[in-house]
């Protein structure tokens, strides 16, 4: 497998890490975004192949079996994600840097198998309220959902100081300017 530089990002649910990385993605073409496969049904609008590889619960079982992953989990109850190994090769074949947005678990297994060419990032909210109103803003959850997003992220927030660099997004565009620099910094993007 050919190498390059990773990035890897990470933030619980409602971090604001999704707006976060589409600036990053326009602002840098050496960048790729490095599609995640999964489990869980698809949201209205999105796409098989370009928000995930969609997969059913046997099928993910099966690419574990064949090891096709870089790293994988069950992030939530019955809801595994995974790295693909055909997805960074891809990004590096087209000469690019994959940005990788994964749990926590997954981004510290990726900084573990691939040292010295991985930058890890950690977004957070600026606090458990902040992210309890993104997420009731979204409309996207219900009262058992919002509940366990909520204590996932209590749980991913003791990870952070495991990450080479965290970042507070209170104000979007203060955090948006703080991740380009990171980047810049490692990749010269």
């Given at each position: 497998?050919?190498?390059?530089?990773?990035i890897v990002?990470?933030a619980?649910?409602?971090?604001g890490?999704?707006?976060?990385?589409?600036r990053?993605?326009?602002?840098?073409?050496?960048?790729?975004?490095s599609?995640?496969?999964?489990?869980?049904?698809?949201r209205?609008?999105?796409?098989?192949?370009k928000?995930?590889?969609?997969?059913?619960?046997?099928?993910?079982?099966?690419?574990?079996?064949?090891?096709?992953?870089?790293?994988?989990?069950?992030?939530?109850?019955?809801?595994?994600?995974?790295?693909?190994?055909?997805?960074?090769?891809?990004?590096?074949?087209?000469?690019?840097?994959?940005?990788?947005d994964?749990?926590?678990?997954?981004?510290?297994?990726?900084?573990?198998?691939?040292?010295?060419?991985?930058?890890?990032?950690?977004?957070?909210?600026?606090?458990?309220?902040?992210l309890?109103?993104?997420?009731i803003?979204?409309?996207?959850e219900?009262?058992?959902t919002?509940?366990?997003?909520?204590?996932?992220?209590?749980?991913e927030?003791?990870?952070a100081?495991q990450?080479?660099?965290?970042?507070?997004?209170?104000?979007?565009d203060?955090?948006?300017?703080?991740?380009?620099?990171?980047?810049?910094?490692?990749?010269?993007c």
């Open positions: 497998m050919a190498t390059g530089k990773i990002i990470t619980p649910s409602g971090s890490k999704t707006t976060l990385v589409k990053l993605l326009a602002s840098c073409p050496q960048l790729a975004f599609i995640s496969a999964c489990t869980r049904t698809p209205p609008g999105e796409v098989h192949g928000d995930y590889y969609y997969y059913t619960e046997a099928e993910f079982k099966q690419l574990i079996l064949e090891d096709a992953f870089i790293e994988w989990e069950m992030v939530y109850t019955g809801k595994y994600y995974g790295t693909l190994k055909t997805e960074l090769q891809r990004i590096w074949d087209n000469g690019q840097s994959p940005l990788v994964i749990d926590v678990q997954g981004a510290l297994a990726i900084k573990k198998k691939f040292p010295g060419i991985t930058r890890t990032i950690f977004i957070e909210a600026p606090s458990i309220e902040e309890r109103k993104r997420l803003a979204r409309g996207t219900t009262e058992h919002l509940e366990e997003r909520i204590t996932k992220a209590e749980e927030l003791k990870f100081p990450f080479e660099r965290i970042i507070i997004n209170e104000n979007l203060t955090a948006t300017t703080e991740l380009m620099q990171v980047i810049e910094d490692f990749t010269g």
